[in-house]
Each structure stands twice: as C-alpha cells, then as structure tokens.
C-alpha cells in the first residue's frame, strides 16, 4: 500500500535562512511525487513534481526537491526562505498526501 | 481560466440535512477528484472520475456520501444525512493538461451543527 511520512508537524525557520522539509515515501513502483503548499484558507498549489529522469526537481518559488530512490525519500529544500514561505507543505506520491508541515518564519 | 470552481465556499447546516457540494473543473482536464481535509485525518481522497466516469471510491467513507459527474464540466459530492463528523473542507482537484498536472479549487468549508 501506499504511503507518505512528513515526520515534522511544525518547523520554525528564520528569515534568510535554508530550509529542508522531508518525506518518505512507500510505494511498491517508481512513483510519481509531488510537493503542494498550502495557504491558510486557500486550497493547494503545486510547487514541483518528480515522474522520472533528473533527480533533482526544480520547483516555483525557488524550491527544490530531490528524489533519492535509496532513501525512499523527496525531501523539500530552499536555500534562503521569505516570511511569505510561511504554510502548510504536503508532500505526496500519486493520489496519497502526507499529513503536511507547517512551516513558521521567525523574523 | 479561472480554475477549478467550487461552491459554496461555505456551509452550515444541522444533523439530518441533505449537504450538495458542487465543482466544476478546469476546461479540457479530463480527471477530478474530491478530497475531505481535517485536523485528525489530513487530506483524504474520497472518490475520483476519469472522462467523467468513477473510477476509484474506496476512499468515500460510507453510504451517506455519493458522488456524481454527470458531464465533463460538473461535478457533485452530495452527503446525505449528515452529521457532524462530516464537518471539514472538502477539495475538488482537477487534473490534465500538457503536464498533467492537478489543480485544486479553494474548497468548501462545510459546518454540520
């Protein structure tokens, strides 16, 4: 069966800082992965999405994510995060979300 | 486009009550999908539809949810009765496209008293 881990309900991060949001995954095939943001009352957007081939995954926003097969795992980076970042991240393998983290700015 | 549009935004009703969520997807995607997000239980699929047809509704909780799609431009999620557990935002998403890639509407924030 399929499922996905995000082992950190809440981050606090400062202003300028990077960030790392990880997800494990279990999936019996190559699977199709996605990271999606949430904004309070809003539904979710897309940031990026892995079907195949690189294995680093360029995102809007400046994010990124990076497949690693071994690890089972498709963990969310950013290399300098803004107060705006501030939201509820979902990682997900096809049609299966993560339970989300949620992500503070601290200025 | 103006993306995937649900209605209504939001809705509050009593216990017993019959609860009709409506979506209508982005033009030319030809998936749509309904999800139920809470604080316990997180983002669900509850059913989707592929070329208006369902395909998977494994995920729709029990007998008082159904769901229709009778064209390829509307969809709905229809509770009946409902019960206060069935308080949570429901999602539609859509999915297609160059990239097939889902887009998700803004939801509808349902309160059942």
């Known amino acids: 069966a399929q499922s996905v881990t995000q082992p950190d309900i809440h981050i606090t991060v400062s202003e300028g800082a990077s960030l790392e949001l990880r997800c494990n995954y279990s999936?019996?095939?190559?699977?199709?992965l996605f990271w999606y943001v949430q904004s309070p009352g809003q539904g979710l957007q897309l940031l990026l999405k892995?079907?195949?081939?690189?294995?680093l995954v360029q995102g809007i926003k400046g994010f990124e994510a990076e497949f690693k097969r071994s690890q089972s795992s498709f963990n969310l980076r950013k290399p300098s995060v803004h107060w705006s970042d501030a939201a509820e991240y979902f990682c997900?393998?096809?049609?299966?979300f993560g339970t989300g983290t949620r992500l503070l700015v601290s200025p | 486009d103006a993306g995937v549009i649900q209605s209504p935004r939001h809705e509050v009703t009593e216990m017993g009550q019959e609860v009709t969520l409506r979506c209508k997807p982005i033009?030319?995607?030809?998936?749509l999908f309904w999800y139920r997000q809470t604080m316990m239980r997180g983002l669900e699929l509850l059913i989707y539809?592929?070329?208006?047809?369902?395909?998977?509704d494994s995920g729709m909780p029990e007998d008082r949810f159904s769901a229709k799609m009778p064209n390829a431009s509307f969809s709905t999620l229809k509770i009946q009765p409902s019960e206060p557990r069935d308080s949570a935002v429901y999602f539609c998403?859509?999915?297609?496209?160059?990239?097939?890639?889902?887009?998700f509407g803004p939801g509808t924030r349902l309160t059942v008293l």
């Open positions: 998403a859509s999915r297609g496209g160059r990239y097939n890639e889902q887009f």
């Open positions: 999936y019996g095939a190559t699977p199709y």
């Open positions: 892995y079907f195949s081939g690189d294995t």
């Open positions: 997900a393998v096809t049609l299966v």
């Open positions: 033009s030319g995607h030809n998936s």
């Open positions: 539809f592929n070329n208006n047809v369902p395909i998977d």
